[in-house]
């Protein structure tokens, strides 16, 4: 029994205190068990994860971010916990615990392995326990989206890029339970495989918006430029975009909606880099062309270009 319980039994002792005792004590005692204490709740937090992952638990904050949240909306406070350390964090994100309470300690209700802040309860719930949604990104995933986890009866979704979690295509109400820190350091200072990642997002959302022109920034301007595709070898960044405008703009052509996946990127050198991936088009008929890419990136005083194209297309 807590001490704010322990006080209350003994006011009802006092005459004076009596408009707390009778029903209206049993109540509150109910009410105060079952609401767990915070310094409790992070001490048993801290044991916890010294004992899962191995780490001191004065290293908490510098290493992982964590909420207290009634999941079930039964007074007790489940656990979720963002590991920040490098050794439990991808190209897609980072692990992700919920952890339940038992007894003096917590116990692991799911693993989530890779996933990106911000962390949300979502208002709506599956088998008793509220739906969370985590940001799905990076790891080849060019167009950020948020994923919806539910519980089964037993776990949540252990990875949010595929079944049963589902990319939420509408808003959904909730409230952030961990939301992502501020940028410590400007653009600029991003590292080369996150700098190549952005020149492609750039470019996808330029094809969507069908601004070949800003597309083409993507790419060298230079006569040295090459590009492959059925059979054919273009030079030059103008021939380039000339084959672009012939194919997707010229009229009885649609450029469709781009979408770039599979992402893998290859550091090369300090200013090279190799990078394979996959593209899928959506077209407004409901075709639907894809391929495969290979490029080479080089990195020149005004940023990450592509050197070199060689898209294929599925037969």
């Known amino acids: 029994m807590n001490r704010a319980v322990v006080l209350l039994v003994i006011l009802c ?4 205190s009596s408009a707390l005792c009778g029903d209206d004590l049993e109540a509150a005692v109910e009410q105060m068990s079952q609401t767990p204490q915070s310094p409790g709740d992070e001490v048993s937090l801290r044991k916890f994860l010294e004992s899962y992952v191995g780490t001191s638990p004065s290293s908490v904050e510098s290493r992982y971010r964590f909420a207290f949240v009634d999941l079930r909306d039964d007074g007790t406070q489940e656990a979720i916990v963002y590991i920040t350390d490098s050794d439990w964090c991808g190209s897609g994100g980072c692990t992700t615990l919920i952890l339940a309470p038992s007894g003096s300690t917590f116990e692991l209700v799911t693993k989530i392995t890779i996933a990106r802040l911000p962390i949300r309860i979502l208002e709506t719930k599956t088998n008793g326990w ?3 949604s985590v940001v799905v990104a990076g790891g080849g ?3 950020a989206y948020d994923a919806k986890l539910s519980f089964d009866g037993s776990t949540y979704p252990t990875n949010p890029t595929v079944p049963p979690a589902k990319k939420l295509l509408d808003a959904a109400a909730g409230t952030v339970a961990i939301a992502p820190p501020p940028s410590r350091r400007p653009p600029s200072a991003q590292g080369p495989v996150a700098a190549i990642e952005q020149v492609l997002l750039i470019q996808q959302a330029a094809w969507n918006r069908h601004d070949l022109d800003a597309f083409m920034t993507g790419y060298w301007n230079s006569p ?4 492959f595709s059925g ?3 273009n030079h030059g960044w103008q021939a380039t975009l000339d084959r ?9 052509h ?14 090369l050198g300090p200013e090279s880099a190799f990078v394979r991936g996959a593209w899928h088009l959506t077209m407004p008929n409901g075709k639907t062309p894809h391929g495969l890419f290979t490029l080479i990136f080089r990195k020149f005083p005004e940023g990450w270009k592509i050197v070199h ?6 037969e």
């Open 13 to 16: 002792a006092i005459p004076v």
């Open 130 to 132: 509220h739906d969370i």
């Open 141 to 143: 995933i060019l167009s």
């Open 224 to 227: 040295q430029l090459t590009f």
């Open 231 to 233: 059979g054919k070898e």
């Open 244 to 252: 672009y405008k012939a194919t997707y703009a010229s009229p009885g």
């Open 254 to 267: 649609e450029m469709g909606t781009l979408e770039f996946s599979e992402l893998r990127i290859e550091m």
């Open 309 to 314: 194209d060689h898209t294929s297309v599925a």
